[in-house]
């Protein structure tokens, strides 16, 4: 018995080294071994390695993704999600992490009349996912990572002169205009507040430099606003595609 199972082992190895390809249920096989019919697989799959090193068994929840003609396929999660804090969007049939930049006003900030003015105190920041902002006590910048569209969301509340019309917006630093701004006339009584916010989608491009800016007929005071300890004053860039 023993002698036999070693002679029909022994034929089973000449027929495989005899041919470059394998088909089960066809005659002419398209690759190394070639399945026309379902395969089951009992225990774990291994993928690359080589004839003298195992493959990847991967981990428990991953899935198998595709590397393209000759090329092992890769054990990966089943969302391939970068390492970086922010909103996940598709693009072009990519996932990324949105760049996203969300600020506070950490104290009031008075914007000289006349003037597009640089907004001073906004520099509590909440995210700056790809440390592209800066902001001090008299200044603020950002820069986006790559060319698209950008959610712009500003809400500041401000005290000024009833009658004047106070704007705010993002300012092109390298082109030195407005990107995108709202403006209204100020009709709450002296020394109160009213809020002016900004909501829009604008393209932005990578390079530049953007701030965030602030201006009025008057003198105009930014106030951090809230009763509690969360600032009302804030903006907010989130690249949407």
């Not at 200044?139 to 509340?157: A, P």
């Amino acid at each position: 018995m023993k002698k036999r199972n070693f002679i029909a082992s022994g034929m089973l190895l000449i027929s495989i080294w005899g041919f470059p390809q394998i088909g089960i249920n066809t005659t002419t096989p398209q690759r190394t071994l070639h399945v026309n019919g379902s395969l089951q697989v009992t225990n774990e799959i291994n993928v690359g390695g080589d004839a003298a090193t195992a493959g990847n068994s991967g981990t428990a929840g991953q899935v198998l993704k595709s590397n393209g003609p000759d090329q092992p396929p890769s054990w990966q999660a089943p969302i391939d999600v970068p390492d970086t804090a922010g909103t996940l969007i598709a693009v072009n049939g990519s996932f990324f992490v949105a760049q996203e930049i969300v600020v506070q006003m950490s104290n009031n900030f008075t914007v000289t009349g006349g003037t597009a003015s640089v907004i001073g105190n906004l520099d509590a920041e909440a995210i700056d996912n790809e440390s592209k902002y800066s902001g001090t006590a008299t200044t603020n910048s950002f820069q986006v990572s790559v060319d698209g569209t950008y959610q712009v969301i500003m809400n500041m509340q401000l005290s000024t002169v009833k009658g004047s019309g106070p704007v705010i917006g993002i300012w092109d630093n390298t082109e030195n205009k407005w990107t995108a701004r709202v403006n209204d006339t100020y009709t709450a009584v002296d020394g109160t507040l009213q809020s002016y916010t900004l909501i829009t989608g604008i393209p932005m491009v990578a390079g530049r430099v953007y701030s965030f800016r602030a201006s009025s007929n008057g003198n105009c005071t930014i106030n951090k606003g809230g009763t509690g300890t969360v600032p009302m004053s804030y903006v907010s860039v989130k690249r949407m595609k």
